[in-house]
């Protein structure tokens, strides 16, 4: 009896989970592979982690035949391996990539002759080349010889209702053109669009190219509403109005900083890469890093001003924070703009409190911020509120109007006396 599966996906996230359930969905046998046994068990018994997926989902794809394990030796049973690790910075911002190399050792351990192993996890170009493959090849295998060797960016937006795992076009770069074909039989068994590169490094870029594109222009708007705001012009406005141009403009608006798996993390992987390789800085990265960077800092300032201009200083005034997550509609707070912009207010010595419909509790520096939970209440003891990520669940102007001063990051309040925008 075969006991072979059709793939084993390595990291029950927000890439690998939805990507094993669409697998899973479409009648592919698929082992889910973490180490964390808390993920590992709360899955086998139902139970989902991420936004994207409900408990409904997961028990789902345990009745078509889903198991998640934390036993590596399942590997030797998969014809396909995704490797869906995280690819984190550290400390100094470089590009940390222990939990990969962690993973590829693993894999080089138990996959077999004929695998295809497939690298999903974001990183700068030439991982695939220069990291992955002779992990791989220690043991004698050659890739492209006798295992397939692919990258293929995860391109997954959490929250997004329109765009999922299956018809968002799926990008593969083979470290040969038979490695590519093979990762294209995989995928077109479940995703709708698949998209082939010249190569391993050529997909690694496109990622790299798409999440840059983004953090430069969200600087840029950063930047307008930084000068904006100076001249008395509403940016707000401004971008409504540009955005009517049927070519050559796509909106971009402002907000307290950049957060997630992805803005903040991913560019930096292109630069540090450029300036280690090639020894210079990859200026335009370097400069919308510091900008977007410096916006929870200059909200700040602004709150302070507000403030200034009822006759209160920050220190000892409740400041009421509405939504701490890094986008609408998720529970996700990695690389909030909300942590840093809480830290500087806690500094200055301001009282502070949150309130989200998501979040049940928000730490910054170890310490725990006050959760209010009657949130009309708070709105009017709160000498300003301030608005950082507009959940569905927040009608904005009946908040604005309980609240004595309402500064609105987002551009969604209806103009007052004491309501401000970004």
């Given at each position: 009896?075969?006991?072979?599966?059709?793939?084993?996906?390595?990291?029950?996230?927000?890439?690998?989970?939805?990507?094993?359930?669409?697998?899973?969905?479409?009648?592919?046998?698929?082992?889910?592979?973490?180490?964390n046994?808390?993920?590992?068990?709360?899955?086998?018994?139902?139970?989902?982690?991420?936004?994207?997926?409900?408990?409904?989902?997961?028990?789902?794809?345990?009745?078509?035949?889903?198991?998640?394990?934390?036993?590596?030796?399942?590997?030797?049973?998969?014809?396909?391996?995704?490797?869906c690790?995280?690819?984190?910075?550290?400390?100094?911002?470089?590009?940390?990539?222990?939990?990969?190399?962690?993973?590829?050792?693993?894999?080089?351990?138990?996959f077999?002759?004929g695998?295809?192993?497939?690298?999903?996890s974001?990183?700068?170009?030439?991982?695939?080349?220069?990291e992955?493959?002779?992990?791989?090849?220690?043991?004698?295998?050659v890739?492209?010889?006798?295992?397939?060797l692919?990258?293929s960016?995860?391109?997954?937006?959490?929250?997004?209702?329109?765009?999922?795992?299956?018809n968002?076009?799926?990008?593969?770069?083979?470290?040969?053109?038979?490695?590519?074909?093979?990762?294209?039989?995989?995928y077109?068994?479940?995703?709708?669009?698949?998209?082939?590169?010249?190569?391993?490094?050529?997909?690694?870029?496109?990622?790299?190219?798409?999440?840059?594109?983004?953090?430069?222009?969200?600087?840029?708007?950063?930047?307008?509403?930084?000068?904006?705001?100076?001249?008395?012009?509403?940016?707000?406005?401004?971008?409504?109005?540009?955005?009517?141009?049927?070519?050559?403009?796509?909106?971009?608006?402002?907000?307290?900083?950049?957060?997630?798996?992805?803005?903040?993390?991913?560019?930096?992987?292109?630069?540090?890469?450029?300036?280690?390789?090639?020894?210079?800085?990859?200026?335009?990265?370097?400069?919308?890093?510091?900008?977007?960077?410096?916006?929870?800092?200059?909200?700040g300032?602004?709150?302070?001003?507000?403030?200034?201009?009822?006759?209160?200083?920050?220190?000892?005034?409740?400041?009421?924070?509405?939504?701490?997550?890094?986008?609408?509609?998720?529970?996700?707070?990695?690389q909030?703009?909300?942590?840093?912009?809480?830290?500087?207010?806690?500094?200055?010595?301001a009282?502070?409190?949150?309130?989200?419909?998501?979040?049940k509790?928000?730490?910054?520096?170890?310490?725990?911020?006050?959760?209010?939970?009657h949130?009309?209440?708070?709105?009017?003891?709160?000498?300003?509120?301030?608005?950082?990520?507009?959940?569905?669940?927040?009608?904005?102007?009946?908040?604005?109007?309980l609240?004595?001063?309402?500064?609105?990051?987002?551009?969604?309040?209806?103009?007052?006396?004491?309501?401000?925008?970004?």
């Amino acid at each position: 009896m075969d006991s072979s599966v059709d793939a084993v996906i390595i990291g029950m996230g927000y890439v690998g989970l939805p990507l094993a359930r669409e697998a899973n969905a479409a009648g592919l046998s698929v082992i889910g592979l973490d180490v964390n046994h808390e993920v590992v068990e709360g899955l086998n018994h139902g139970r989902s982690h991420i936004d994207d997926l409900a408990d409904s989902d997961v028990v789902e794809m345990l009745g078509r035949g889903f198991v998640a394990t934390a036993d590596t030796s399942q590997m030797r049973r998969a014809r396909t391996i995704v490797i869906c690790v995280p690819t984190p910075l550290s400390g100094d911002g470089a590009p940390d990539l222990d939990p990969l190399r962690s993973a590829v050792t693993s894999v080089a351990e138990h996959f077999q002759p004929g695998t295809l192993v497939i690298l999903e996890s974001t990183t700068y170009p030439g991982t695939t080349d220069e990291e992955v493959r002779p992990i791989l090849e220690a043991g004698g295998l050659v890739a492209g010889q006798d295992f397939g060797l692919v990258f293929s960016p995860e391109r997954i937006d959490p929250g997004n209702e329109k765009f999922g795992p299956k018809n968002t076009p799926k990008v593969i770069g083979g470290h040969t053109s038979k490695c590519a074909d093979a990762a294209e039989v995989f995928y077109s068994r479940f995703i709708d669009t698949v998209v082939r590169t010249k190569g391993t490094r050529e997909a690694e870029m496109a990622k790299l190219l798409e999440n840059t594109y983004r953090h430069i222009n969200i600087a840029l708007v950063n930047e307008m509403a930084r000068f904006c705001h100076e001249l008395e012009v509403d940016l707000w406005d401004v971008i409504a109005a540009a955005a009517t141009k049927p070519f050559g403009f796509q909106a971009f608006r402002p907000g307290p900083g950049v957060g997630g798996h992805c803005i903040p993390i991913d560019p930096n992987y292109l630069s540090h890469r450029i300036r280690a390789r090639l020894g210079y800085p990859f200026r335009f990265v370097e400069l919308a890093q510091e900008i977007n960077a410096t916006m929870p800092s200059y909200i700040g300032r602004r709150i302070q001003d507000q403030l200034n201009s009822d006759g209160k200083p920050l220190r000892g005034s409740l400041v009421l924070l509405l939504g701490v997550t890094y986008k609408p509609d998720i529970a996700d707070t990695r690389q909030s703009p909300a942590i840093p912009l809480a830290k500087a207010l806690i500094d200055h010595g301001a009282s502070l409190r949150f309130h989200d419909p998501l979040v049940k509790q928000f730490s910054v520096s170890g310490q725990d911020v006050p959760r209010v939970d009657h949130v009309e209440e708070a709105l009017g003891e709160a000498d300003i509120c301030v608005l950082l990520q507009n959940h569905r669940e927040y009608d904005v102007d009946a908040m604005s109007a309980l609240s004595r001063r309402f500064f609105d990051t987002r551009g969604v309040a209806r103009p007052a006396h004491h309501v401000q925008l970004l």
